[in-house]
């Protein structure tokens, strides 16, 4: 059972909208910065969002990041089937004094 | 550029120890700490730790503390992590990576080391 939720997979087709939520408490999410992640099948994970909102050098502005309160949420727009990878969400969690991933999202792009 | 390169891979019996290695290059060593990362077959990611670059000082979950030590080798610009007494479910890809997981994300990450449990 992962400390920070988020759905366990998400599908759409090629060209839409997608986003996937990442929800936690105030002690993870409510009051730290949050990472997503991609790791494509086969692959160490890949930083895509940093800082909630902040694209490293690389990553397109099809990805984007936000957080309202408790929850944060990852945005790829103009899927592409190289998108296909499970997704993670990753804060500072300061009553386990640890950090915390999400379960991960399994995106499919039909 | 950033690389982070990890040792091989390593089958060990139950009760062992075993020690990867995570060798970085491209950047100041001592400006950044590393976290270890592992993820189980078929599972999600898990943080084990962090260690810094700079005094070598660390920070371990909870689960895992009495059971790993991580360390930083300055002089040869690699961080080193050590888990005793394994188990059937330490079996699992262990991913060092570059930072603290709070501000910044880590923002680099080795190449993975499988490590395999087995009797």
């Known amino acids: 059972q992962s400390v920070l939720t988020q759905p366990p997979s998400v599908s759409a087709a090629p060209g839409q909208k997608v986003t996937i939520s990442c929800s936690g408490s105030?002690?993870?999410?409510?009051?730290?910065?949050v990472s997503w992640y991609q790791q494509l099948p086969g692959t160490a994970p890949k930083l895509l969002i940093y800082?909630?909102?902040k694209r490293p050098s690389g990553i397109p502005d099809r990805f984007s990041g936000s957080k309202s309160g408790t929850s944060a949420t990852l945005g790829i727009t103009g899927l592409q089937t190289g998108d296909e990878a499970d997704y993670y969400c990753?804060?500072?969690?300061?009553?386990?004094?640890?950090?915390?991933f999400g379960g991960g999202t399994k995106l499919t792009v039909l | 550029q950033v690389q982070l390169v990890q040792s091989g891979a390593e089958v060990k019996k139950p009760g062992a120890s075993v020690k990867v290695s995570c060798k970085a290059s491209?950047?100041?060593?001592?400006?950044?700490?590393l976290s270890w990362v592992r993820q189980a077959p078929g599972q999600g990611l898990q943080w084990m730790g962090w260690?810094?670059?700079?005094?070598?000082?660390?920070n371990y979950a909870q689960k895992f503390q009495g059971r790993v030590t991580m360390t930083a080798d300055t002089s040869m610009r690699t961080a080193y992590m050590e888990l005793r007494s394994l188990r059937s479910d330490d079996t699992a890809l262990y991913y060092c990576?570059?930072?603290?997981?709070?501000?910044?994300?880590?923002?680099?990450w080795g190449q993975g080391t499988l490590v395999t449990v087995s009797s």
């Open positions: 491209g950047y100041i060593f001592t400006s950044s700490g």
């Open positions: 105030s002690s993870n999410v409510g009051d730290n910065y």
């Open positions: 990753g804060t500072w969690d300061n009553s386990l004094s640890a950090v915390v």
């Open positions: 800082d909630n909102n």
């Open positions: 260690v810094s670059g700079y005094n070598g000082n660390t």
């Open positions: 990576a570059r930072g603290d997981g709070n501000k910044g994300g880590f923002d680099y």
